[in-house]
C-alpha cells in the first residue's frame, strides 16, 4: 500500500496540535508506506529531521507552512497564498500521475485537495480528509475558500476529525455522518516522557518553585487560550495561597500585551513566562506544576476555538488535574469533574473558584489527575497510527 499526504501541518516547526496530530499518525504507519508532501519552512532542520524519517518527504518552498502563514505582512501573505492557490493543485496532480498512491490523505484544508478530488473522479483513487475545529467556521465566512472546501470536504471518501464537537460541526455543513471517523488526538512518546528526579529539581530551582503551588499553560499566546482570565484571578488567588506561581510556556502574538498585563497588575513575581521549552523542560513543568489550566474559548469575531485541546491530554498523561473552558471539543479532553473542570474561561471568578477548590482539596485534585492518566493511557500515537491503516486498507479494497 502507498498512501499520499498532502499537509502544510508537519515539522519543522513542530508546535501546535495539527501537526503534532499529523506527525504521530504519519510516523508510526509502516515504514516506506507513505510519501509526504509538505513546505520548506525551515530547510536546515527540514533536512535533519528527514534523513532518518521513516517516510519519504517532498518539500516545495510554495507550501506555506500553517505556523509560518501570520508572520508575513499582509501583502505578501496574500500574494503567496495565491501561488500556493495556483501551484498546489498542479504539482499535486504531477505527483499522484508520477508516485501512483494507492490512497490520498489530505491533512488539513489544503488547495491540494482539488488534485485528490480530480484523481478521486478520474482515477478512482479515495482519500481521506483530516479536520481540526477552527478552519471549518472560519472557512464559512469566506465565499471562495467555502465552496472549495465543502466540495472536496463532503466528496472525502472518509472525514477524521478530533472530537464529538468537531463532528458535529461536519455534520452540520453537510458531510454524511456515515463517513466521519473520530480518533482523538494521541499522547506522543516525547510529551508522556518522565523526567528524573534530578531534572525536575533543576527546573524547580531554575524557575524559583521550591516551596510553591504552580499553575501551568502550555501554549501559544493567544486570546482565544484564556491567559488573561488565570492573570486577572491571580490577585485574589494570591490571598488565599501567597505560595501560588503561574508557569506559561509558549510564544505567540499576545506575548508583550500579556506581559504588560502582569506588570500592571503587580504580578512580575507571580507569572512566569518560559518561551518555548524542550521536551525535557515541558516534562518536568507538568511534573512540578499542581494544576494544569488552559481557560480557553470561542472568539466571537473569528469563530476560532480549540478542536481537542493535546495539552489537557498531556497534563493528564503526567497525572495532574486540569481545568479548560467550555468551548469546541474540551468534553473529548476532559471529562468534567472526572478528570479535571470544565468551566467558563471568559469569566476570571469562575477561574479563581476552580482553582481554589482544587488546590484546598488536594485528595480530589489527586483523585482527578488519576483518573486523567488512565483515560489517556490509550491515547498512543501507535493506536491512532493503526486505526489510519485499517480505514486506508477498507478503502482500497473497496476500489
Known amino acids: 500500500m502507498k498512501i499520499l499526504i498532502f499537509t502544510a501541518s508537519f515539522p519543522p516547526p ?196 521550591v516551596n510553591h503551588k504552580v499553575l501551568l499553560t502550555v501554549g501559544a499566546l493567544e486570546e482565544r487560550k484564556g491567559h488573561s482570565a488565570v492573570i486577572r484571578a491571580l490577585p485574589d488567588l494570591k490571598e488565599t495561597f501567597p505560595d501560588l506561581k503561574y508557569i506559561v510556556v509558549g510564544t505567540g502574538p499576545r506575548e508583550k500585551e500579556l506581559k504588560q498585563e502582569v506588570e500592571e497588575t503587580g504580578l512580575s513575581r507571580q507569572v512566569i513566562f518560559t518561551g518555548r521549552t524542550d521536551d525535557i523542560e515541558l516534562s518536568c513543568l507538568y511534573e512540578i506544576c499542581d494544576i494544569f489550566i488552559m481557560p480557553h474559548r470561542q472568539i466571537e469575531t473569528t469563530l476560532d476555538t480549540e478542536g481537542c485541546p493535546t495539552v489537557f491530554l498531556e497534563a493528564s498523561a503526567h497525572g495532574k488535574p486540569v481545568i479548560g473552558g467550555n468551548a469546541g471539543g474540551v468534553a473529548d479532553a476532559i471529562l468534567d469533574k472526572r478528570t479535571g473542570l470544565i468551566i467558563d474561561g471568559k469569566d476570571a471568578r469562575n477561574v479563581q473558584i476552580a482553582i481554589s477548590q482544587l488546590l484546598q482539596n488536594p485528595d480530589w485534585a489527586s483523585a482527578l489527575g488519576r483518573a486523567g492518566r488512565e483515560y489517556v493511557s490509550h491515547l498512543t500515537p501507535e493506536s491512532n497510527a493503526g486505526k489510519v491503516l485499517e480505514l486506508s486498507r477498507a478503502l482500497i479494497d473497496k476500489k
Open 14 to 209: 513542530s508546535a501546535g496540535g495539527s501537526i503534532e496530530y499529523i506527525f504521530n499518525i504519519v510516523s508510526n504507519l509502516p515504514r516506506g508506506s507513505v510519501v509526504v508532501h509538505t513546505s520548506n519552512a525551515d530547510p536546515l532542520k527540514a533536512r535533519e529531521l528527514d534523513k532518518s524519517f521513516p517516510q519519504r518527504i517532498i518539500r516545495n518552498s510554495f507550501i506555506i507552512h500553517v505556523q509560518e502563514a501570520l508572520k508575513r505582512r499582509f501583502l505578501v501573505r496574500k500574494l503567496a497564498s495565491l501561488l500556493q492557490y495556483i501551484l498546489w493543485p498542479v504539482v499535486g496532480l504531477w505527483l499522484i500521475i508520477r508516485e501512483r498512491p494507492d490512497i490520498i490523505h489530505i491533512g488539513e484544508h489544503n488547495f491540494a485537495g482539488v488534485a485528490a478530488r480530480l484523481a478521486q473522479r478520474l482515477l478512482g483513487i479515495p482519500y481521506i480528509f483530516y479536520t481540526y475545529a477552527e478552519e471549518i467556521p472560519i472557512l464559512s465566512k469566506r465565499r471562495l475558500h467555502n465552496k472549495i472546501f465543502l466540495a472536496i470536504l463532503r466528496r472525502a471518501n472518509i472525514v477524521i476529525t478530533v472530537s464529538e464537537y468537531t463532528r458535529e460541526l461536519l455534520i452540520q455543513i453537510g458531510v454524511s455522518a456515515a463517513r466521519i471517523i473520530k480518533i482523538l488526538p494521541a499522547v506522543s512518546r516525547n510529551k508522556r516522557f518522565v523526567a528524573t528526579s534530578e531534572q525536575v529539581e533543576t527546573i524547580r530551582r531554575k524557575y524559583n518553585l
